[in-house]
């Protein structure tokens, strides 16, 4: 039955995508015919900048395996969204800059790196929320919330991780060629003319064995009034990416691991156990901990601090298509 769902929604995808990548390009040719009319404005008032680069993977155990794709993002500001031509979905699928700030306990600017949906579908394994806080009249990246979704069981957890260096217990199943031991060892520069973004893996008996990171440039502001251009097909071919490269890995006879909730309900609490476990064992500087929550309807905040615990929420994600 899942499998003949799974068929129906990947034709249905088809199907829409086609009909709106026609309909994009009739709307791309109105702004053509129009462009002499289009001002841009200075890019310091942006509330949208574009981004474009590569994401690579390197995996070394227990077979060498390594690749890269080109990859597309939007960096917005969350507390301009209303002056972005992004889809009405959009909105709902993420923090609000408020939830944000409050989760981190910062009182500055909130920026959100993150793939658009492109022509009714949307994948996206990982978006960064790049929190700021005011040093006078300066405003300097403090934290970081990452959102993380494995698009196939439609689940996402969210985590507040310190930009500069942080270690998390890995709290979610995102390929099933990788257990849920180990952490995930994350960094990310403050977004600007580049950016950078690096997660390994630090596993107990396999060591250091994978690292994926992503490097982008930002591009010419003149996308930003067309990101459905730009855009185009982004989420597909991140899709295409991710299935492909699990179907070599098969190929190479990587084990494969089914989602530990039908192996362990219990998961999700033992994540944050280790979570804890590994803040406590020194591993994260413990002047740097952030609070944890269990309900995926309240956000919490970094002044509501229990033991230390880091503020960790699991919700269901938006289906892919839309």
């Known amino acids: 039955m899942e499998a003949v769902y799974l068929v129906y929604s990947i034709m249905s995808t088809v199907v829409t ?3 709106l990548s026609l309909l994009l390009a009739f709307h791309t040719l109105l702004r053509f015919l129009c462009r002499r009319s289009l001002s841009f404005p200075d890019d310091k008032q942006e509330p949208l900048l574009l981004y474009q680069g590569q994401v690579r993977h390197v995996r070394t155990r227990p077979v060498l395996h390594a690749f890269r794709y080109a990859v597309r993002y939007a960096l917005v500001d969350l507390d301009r969204t209303s002056d972005t031509p992004l889809p009405p979905s959009f909105s709902r699928s993420h923090l609000s800059a408020q939830e944000a700030r409050h989760v ?9 790196l993150t793939i658009p949906p492109s022509v009714g ?7 960064v929320y790049y929190c700021y806080d005011f040093e006078g009249s300066v405003a300097v990246l403090k934290k ?3 959102e ?3 698009t196939p069981w439609g689940e996402r957890v969210s985590f507040v991780f310190n930009p500069d260096s942080d270690s998390v217990a890995k709290p979610l199943h995102v390929s099933p060629f990788m257990d849920m031991l180990g952490n995930w060892r994350m960094r990310a520069s403050a977004p600007g003319e580049d ?9 107990p008996v396999l060591g250091n064995y994978f690292t994926a990171t992503l490097e982008a440039n930002r591009v010419c502001s003149s996308w930003a009034y067309n990101p459905a251009l730009f855009f185009w097909l982004m989420p597909h071919k991140v899709a295409l990416w991710i299935y492909w490269q699990a179907l070599k890995l098969w190929w ?3 084990a494969f691991l089914n989602h530990p909730k039908y192996q362990n309900p219990m998961y999700r609490e033992e994540a944050l156990i280790r979570d804890r476990k590994l803040q406590s064992s020194g591993a994260i500087d413990q002047k740097k901990r952030n609070c944890c929550n269990f309900d995926d309807n309240h956000l919490g905040d970094a002044s509501d601090r229990t033991g230390g615990d880091r503020w960790c929420v699991w919700r269901d994600a938006e289906w892919p298509w839309s």
């Open 121 to 127: 579908y949307e994948q996206n394994p990982l978006s």
């Open 195 to 203: 950016l950078f973004l690096e997660i390994s893996i630090q596993h």
């Open 252 to 254: 190479k006879n990587v």
């Open 17 to 19: 995508s086609s009909l």
């Open 104 to 112: 981190t306990g910062t009182n500055g600017p909130v920026f959100l």
């Open 144 to 146: 970081c919330i990452a």
């Open 148 to 150: 993380v979704t494995n």
